[in-house]
């Protein structure tokens, strides 16, 4: 659905025609969800090679000079989540 204003999309919303979409929480734990395999507040992160490892959590950190410090291969639960993130000019 699209709308043209938030009146409108209030009017549907009143009118009970706003498609909705429902979520499936029976297998919550995406990557966006926090989980019991994280480690318990007041522990460190644990350091390996050039990156980083918390919980279910790696990444690694670069410095470059033409663009600063960039985030790189960053998982979760092993599954790559963003390759790079960099700030650019």
Same mark, same amino acid.
């Given at each position: 659905?699209? %709308?043209?204003? +938030?009146?409108? !999309?209030?009017?549907?919303?009143?009118? /009970?025609? !706003?498609?909705?979409?429902?979520?499936? !929480?029976?297998?919550?734990?995406?990557?966006?969800?926090?989980?019991?395999?994280?480690p318990q507040v007041g522990t460190r992160a644990?350091?390996?090679?050039?990156? &980083? /490892?918390?919980?279910?959590?790696? !990444? /690694? +950190?670069?410095?470059?000079?033409?663009?600063g410090i960039a985030v790189t291969d960053i998982? %979760?639960?092993?599954?790559?989540? &963003?390759y790079e993130l960099a700030l650019m000019d």
């Amino acid at each position: 659905q699209n %709308f043209n204003s +938030v009146a409108s !999309l209030r009017a549907a919303e009143k009118d /009970s025609t !706003l498609e909705t979409c429902s979520a499936d !929480l029976s297998n919550a734990g995406g990557w966006d969800t926090p989980q019991a395999e994280g480690p318990q507040v007041g522990t460190r992160a644990e350091e390996r090679h050039s990156g &980083l /490892s918390w919980g279910s959590w790696s !990444l /690694s +950190v670069t410095q470059r000079p033409s663009t600063g410090i960039a985030v790189t291969d960053i998982k %979760f639960k092993g599954e790559r989540i &963003l390759y790079e993130l960099a700030l650019m000019d």
